[in-house]
């Protein structure tokens, strides 16, 4: 009744009619909601007492110290309907804020009335729809759907029509303003009227009087029009039993179809010629057209002449007057259209086929057309929930996304221990390391082996089901986040490294496979897998690819995308395809390995992968290079890749990066120094050791005030441990941490710090950096807290600013992280409208119905951040 949302919404309406701090707490004495978000979950001891003693109560400044969590100032009980739902409070001088603590307090339980009353209202109508559509569907009235009728007071004896309205407008949906109109205009309490989707309203009428029918019509349409710019096409079905209005519908859709057409309001009863049209199969339509014109199909000219003859009434002056050409050039045509087809437009039997031949290519044609335009606009607009539930769950509830059978085919393909309903499976999956993001899937499922996978996959595809495929959920952009609902994939079952080819340097590897465990195993056999995210304790390979992560040693040795040789793919239809290979070379056809690394489980499910392997490098050093000066230690790396060394890390940390790494690892990395560099270099021993040299030279040049070499295993180890720790490290100052992943070419380095700095000032937020400034990769990270909207909000701003200076410096909007759903409404910028329409031809191609990982990667709006929450 009184839930967080509604409290939420009290407080700020209130908020801004007084100027005290307000709170509003639930009968168990806890804060839901108030203007000073930290005392939000705090217990209330005054307002506890107020819910048990239900009168209010006066806070002084000595009950300050007496009872929990209180403030001086008014404690006020919430009725409803005679109980105490909750308690209001006012903080300031009792002697000021009393006068109007009723006033607010009335002012309150008036907002939970008319939020009750408003909810209920919605309920009934939903109610009354779903019972509708059980009436229409009904062939055999059960006891149950009488008692329904009953309680909606809706008369089974009298007779009705089914009426059906549509809005013209694709784009345009009934409004909730629409939709009260639209009752006061249709104002007879006899007859049922619901909405029907989103741009459909639905009658059930009892009046049998056609003509008073008719201006009742025209009278909604024209006031529609008037009052909301819309158009309606109106479809009548025949007036007819109440228990059998499966009939009527049926007659009131085919109507519609024809008022689509004509414009007209319909009645099905005065259909003839559509009516017979109406059943015949759209086979047996093609058919005729095969028959009949398929010679003519791709000659408009001839096409036209033919419409434009019917258009006349088959006069062959009017036709030439109005094709504007001589009427022998007609009779030319008209021989021309006997020789293709052998049909004389003399014969009446020849002309009447071939007039619905005509009439069958232009319906298929308008159909295309129609379907090819409402997807397009569904594309963009991302598909309105309802009205997708609505075309496409034929039968089901609007927001059951898995029916009772879809799960028992689930449960049959994978079996029951590996399918997962409960809250509390679906609450593990509804996030990953994204911070601000939350969405239920319906279901969790683990299948075992990629036959299993296909078979998910189609059902999915017939269903139109979301399909998130996850590995170890750590990405950065709510890449895993089911912000459409559906199922989530896990590769747990999957996780087997099948082969390791000493001849051919691979390792052929299941998705579910840990990045570390891979890298151990092959280590173990002399052999190197270069990729290295600092996750890579939990990453999977399967996330690994789709997101073609980089680590630390990418400067040298590139991305995941490096190492990808072939792939077996489930696409989104189920079909199993294999891409590349073991081969060094191989150039048959497109490129599709490359094509699915970094799709982020958008194009199909990969289920192996086969990935290559280097000789693992003779000799390895590690360095750290200290800087009192945050841009030297930025020229340090641009200065070393210009001197032509690329060793095999470059690492930065800034001051702040530093002291919380150091508070977290504890190996005495230097606290006081404004930057840090660590490099690595590996290979040959003298190579290694002439690099290192040469950097150790480099660094001191721009001013490096120490350079140290670590002199043993474990001490390179501590401070390559420290670096990955980074991000944990900084996870611990505060409850939000918001990293980023801007990218820019390594001669811009410095000028990216410098920007990241003066960004900074100027939003007075508190940035530490870190990142693989080799690569020219950084990761400006932001320790902060969601509730402060205040600080998030200037902490977009500078985020946002951060982005368009890297693609100012020539740089990305993310190096390794991906795009998911964070960076999508950034991608544009990146890529231009045309490169995203071309990705999205992609999208099309491989899923046509949107159910591979739907909103990542495209963005459904220009807001940059957004909480999310289903
Ligand atoms: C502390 C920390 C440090 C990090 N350091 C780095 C770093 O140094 N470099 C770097 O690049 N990233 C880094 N990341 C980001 C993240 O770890 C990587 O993106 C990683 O590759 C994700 O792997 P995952 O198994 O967790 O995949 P998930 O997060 O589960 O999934 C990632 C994407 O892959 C898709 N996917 C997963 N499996 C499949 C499959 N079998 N088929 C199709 N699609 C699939 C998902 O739908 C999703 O879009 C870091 C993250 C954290 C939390």
Redesign the pocket.
């Known amino acids: 009744m009184l839930s967080p949302h509604l409290a939420k919404k009290i407080v700020s309406d209130v908020r801004r009619l007084i100027h005290e701090d307000l709170i509003i707490v639930d009968t168990h004495g806890i804060i839901i909601a108030s203007t000073n978000p930290t005392r939000v979950g705090q217990f209330h001891e005054g307002a506890f007492l107020v819910c048990q003693e239900k009168q209010k109560r006066i806070i002084t400044k000595e009950d300050e110290g007496k009872l929990k969590g209180v403030k001086a100032g008014i404690n006020l009980p919430v009725f409803f309907h005679g109980d105490v739902i909750g308690v209001i409070g006012i903080t300031g001088d009792p002697a000021n804020v009393s006068p109007y603590g009723e006033l607010l307090k009335k002012m309150t339980e008036l907002l939970i009335q008319e939020n009750y009353y408003t909810e209920q209202l919605q309920l009934e109508a939903r109610a009354l729809e779903t019972f509708v559509f059980d009436w229409l569907q009904a062939r055999e009235w059960s006891p149950s759907l009488h008692e329904r009728a009953q309680l909606f007071h809706i008369d089974l004896a009298c007779s009705r029509r089914v009426i059906i309205a549509s809005l013209n407008e694709t784009k345009q949906t009934i409004s909730v303003d629409m939709w009260k109109y639209v009752q006061i205009v249709w104002s007879d309490a006899r007859d049922v009227i619901v909405r029907w989707g989103n741009d459909r309203l639905l009658i059930l009428q009892t009046d049998d009087d056609k003509e008073r029918t008719i201006a009742k019509l025209k009278t909604m349409q024209r006031s529609l029009l008037d009052k909301y710019d819309v158009t309606l096409h109106i479809g009548c079905g025949k007036m007819g039993d109440s228990k059998q209005v499966y009939h009527s519908y049926k007659q009131a859709e085919r109507a519609l179809h024809i008022s689509k057409q004509t414009g007209d309001i319909v009645f099905d009863e005065d259909l003839r010629l559509d009516m017979c049209l109406e059943d015949i199969s759209p086979a047996t339509k093609q058919e005729l057209i095969k028959r009949t014109i398929e010679p003519l199909i791709h000659d408009e000219e001839l096409l036209h002449t033919l419409r434009t003859l019917f258009a006349n009434d088959l006069s062959l002056k009017r036709t030439a007057e109005a094709l504007h050409i001589h009427i022998n050039t007609l009779h030319y045509r008209l021989k021309k259209i006997q020789d293709y087809t052998k049909l004389n437009v003399r014969h009446l039997e020849h002309i009447i086929t071939l007039y619905l031949a005509i009439r069958f290519l232009d319906e298929t044609t308008k159909k295309i057309m129609c379907k090819r335009f409402i997807f397009i606009c569904l594309y963009i607009a991302g598909f309105p929930a309802f009205l997708y539930a609505y075309s496409t769950n034929k039968g089901k509830k609007v927001d059951d996304m898995i029916t009772e059978q879809v799960k028992r085919q689930f449960i049959q393909i994978v079996g029951a221990e590996n399918y997962d309903d409960s809250k509390a499976g679906r609450l593990v999956y509804s996030y990953?390391?994204t911070p601000n993001f939350q969405s239920l899937p319906d279901a969790v499922i683990a299948p075992r082996n990629t036959k299993e996978v296909s078979e998910i996959v189609k059902i999915c595809n017939n269903e139109r089901i979301p399909i998130?495929?996850?590995?170890?959920?750590?990405?950065?952009c709510a890449?895993?986040c089911p912000t459409e609902g559906g199922i989530v994939i896990i590769?747990k079952h999957m996780n087997r490294i099948l082969e390791i080819d000493e001849e051919n340097l691979t390792v052929t590897v299941q998705?579910g496979v840990i990045t570390l465990d891979l890298i151990q195993a092959v280590e173990a056999k002399g052999l190197f897998y270069p990729p290295d995210?600092?996750?890579m304790k939990?990453?999977?390979i399967?996330?690994?690819i789709?997101?073609n992560?980089?680590?630390l040693r990418g400067l040298k040795y590139g991305v995941t995308r490096d190492y990808v040789m072939g792939l077996e793919v489930v696409l989104a239809n189920g079909d199993i395809i294999r891409t590349g290979g073991k081969l060094a070379k191989d150039v048959a056809g497109y490129d599709l390995t490359r094509l699915f690394v970094g799709s982020?489980?958008t194009l199909?499910?990969?289920?192996e992968a086969t990935l290559k392997l280097i000789p693992m490098p003779e000799t390895k050093q590690t360095m750290l290079a200290l800087y009192e000066d945050l841009e030297a230690a930025a020229r340090s790396v641009s200065a070393i890749i210009a001197n032509k060394i690329i060793p095999t890390t470059l690492e930065f940390l800034d001051q702040p990066t530093l002291q919380v790494v150091e508070s977290f690892v504890n190996i005495g990395l230097p606290t006081d120094v404004k930057a840090v560099l660590l490099i690595e270099q590996d290979g040959p021993k003298e190579v290694v050791e002439r690099d290192m040299e040469a950097m150790a030279r480099i660094c001191r040049e721009q001013h490096a005030i120490s350079v140290q070499v670590a002199q043993t295993e474990e001490e390179a180890n501590n401070l390559r441990t420290a670096r990955r720790s980074a991000?944990?490290a900084l996870a611990r100052l505060k409850p939000t941490t918001i990293l980023e992943d801007a990218t820019v070419p390594r001669s811009q380095i410095a000028n990216m710090v410098k920007a990241i700095n003066d960004i900074a000032k100027k939003y007075n937020v508190n940035i530490c950096t870190f990142g693989h400034a080799g690569d020219g990769n950084l990761h400006p990270t932001c320790p902060t807290d969601v509730r402060d909207k205040d600080e998030l909000h200037r902490v977009e701003q500078a985020f946002e600013d951060i982005f368009a200076k890297a693609i100012e410096l020539g740089g990305t909007i993310t190096g390794?992280?991906?795009v998911?759903v964070m960076k999508a409404p950034y991608l544009e910028w990146k890529l231009g409208k045309e490169g995203i329409a071309a990705m999205q031809a992609i999208k099309r191609a491989l899923d046509p119905n949107n159910i591979m990982?739907p909103g990542?990667v495209f963005a459904k709006s220009t807001r940059k951040r957004v909480v999310i929450t289903r």
Do not use: W, Y
Not at 468 to 476: C, E
Not at 604 to 607: D, F, R, V
């Open positions: 990953d390391a998130v495929p996850r590995g170890s959920g750590t990405n950065l890449g895993t590769f998705p995210p600092s996750s939990i990453s999977t399967g996330g690994n789709n997101e992560s980089g680590g982020e489980g199909g499910i990969i289920t991000l944990s390794e992280h991906g998911g990982n990542k």
